[in-house]
């Protein structure tokens, strides 16, 4: 299939431990920011959003933290599993409709 | 179908030629996107549709670029002149009302441009 990104950033992880995927926003006035997950030659897929009245989030398996202060985002995945690998965006919305997607992070599941 | 679909999913085309890229966004949403993914880049946003009109057309990168919604379902993007740099994937997304909802992707275009 096609690859993503040949130079994104990597996170290999052991299946079965947790994922953490780290993102920095660069616009203070962002009120919601979103997860996606692209896996080769597809669209991405939304994992889970959050708004900026919220620090913490938790959907299944995933958690997303919002820090404002230092405009961090994080997205949490526990018990990682083969079907995880990926690449995975955060994106922030500043107003209006559009979305600015940040480079990316390759996660990778070592058996 | 349940999800966003585009059409094709491949196309090759020579330089200077004109191509149109088709999105059906899922059934009964009103606001519809599209964004250009390079590779080893995240989408970049181009235009933003909301019912029939094109309410925000700021990422389109020069006037070669146009896409219309013509009954506010379907919508086509159009290249005219295609170069080289336009190669991509083009993707479409859609949500039901906008408004800082969830954005739902299709799988994409993927353009070369020889």
């Known amino acids: 299939g096609e690859s993503v990104g040949l130079h994104l950033p990597t996170l290999s992880v052991q299946e079965g431990d947790n994922s953490i995927i780290n993102c920095a926003y660069s616009?203070?006035?962002?009120?919601?920011f979103i997860w996606y997950k692209q896996e080769s030659g597809k669209g991405p897929q939304f994992i889970i959003d959050i708004r900026s009245n919220m620090d913490k989030r938790q959907g299944q398996r995933v958690t997303v933290l919002l820090n404002k202060t230092v405009k961090h985002l994080s997205l949490q995945i526990a018990a990682t599993q083969p079907g995880d690998s990926a690449v995975y965006f955060c994106?922030?919305?500043?107003?209006?409709?559009?979305?600015?997607f940040g480079t990316g992070t390759r996660l990778t599941i070592i058996p | 179908g349940a999800g966003v679909s585009q059409t094709p999913s491949n196309k090759v085309t020579e330089k200077g030629k004109y191509v149109e890229l088709r999105c059906d966004p899922i059934?009964?949403?009103?606001?519809l996107y599209w964004y250009r993914q390079s590779l080893g880049q995240g989408p970049e946003f181009l235009i933003y549709?909301?019912?029939?009109?094109?309410?925000?057309d700021s990422g389109l990168p020069n006037d070669r670029f146009f896409a219309v919604r013509p009954e506010g379902s379907v919508s086509t993007l159009k290249i005219q002149r295609t170069e080289r740099g336009d190669s991509a994937v083009y993707l479409c997304?859609?949500?039901?009302?906008?408004?800082?909802?969830?954005?739902?992707f299709g799988p994409g275009t993927r353009l070369l441009v020889l």
């Open positions: 994106a922030e919305n500043v107003g209006g409709e559009k979305l600015t």
């Open positions: 549709f909301q019912g029939t009109g094109a309410a925000d």
């Open positions: 616009n203070s006035a962002s009120d919601y």
């Open positions: 997304a859609s949500s039901f009302q906008g408004a800082k909802e969830t954005q739902y």
């Open positions: 059934s009964g949403h009103t606001a």
